[in-house]
């Protein structure tokens, strides 16, 4: 099991920035893939962006394609959301979650450690 431990979510004017982060402590050399998922009240958690930790392999949601970018440190173990361009609809709790098999990256169902949540909020 990973303990993960997401920050740097905070309010912010559209238009902005933010930079989460997601440390990952624990048996983190046992899975494959981090994920960023959101979730907006009376909304399904969606899919935003995953990195695979050894080659460093990146997927986006079409939402946010140009707009975030995902990282590594894996000296660190720590992942990262760079979200440049914030838009309200943007506003959600952001998660960062562990993946161990081979499923879907897009589908939470596939990862099974998840962090505890940051809450980003976007103001026109």
């Known amino acids: 099991q990973v303990r993960l431990v997401e920050s740097g979510g905070g309010l912010v004017q559209a238009g902005g920035s933010l930079r989460l982060a997601c440390a990952a402590s624990?048996?983190?050399?046992?899975?494959?893939?981090m994920g960023w998922f959101r979730q907006a009240p009376g909304k399904e958690r969606e899919f935003v962006a995953a990195?695979?930790?050894?080659?460093?392999?990146?997927y986006y949601a079409d939402s946010v394609k140009g707009r975030f970018t995902i990282s590594k440190d894996n000296a660190k173990n720590t992942v990262y959301l760079q979200m440049n361009s914030l838009k309200p609809e943007d506003t959600a709790n952001y998660f960062c979650?562990?993946?161990?098999?081979?499923?879907?990256?897009?589908?939470?169902?596939?990862?099974?450690?998840w962090g505890q949540g940051t809450q980003v909020t976007v103001s026109s």
């Open positions: 624990g048996r983190t050399f046992s899975n494959n893939a």
């Open positions: 979650a562990a993946r161990y098999g081979s499923g879907l990256l897009y589908s939470p169902t596939n990862y099974a450690d």
């Open positions: 990195i695979t930790w050894r080659a460093g392999s990146t």
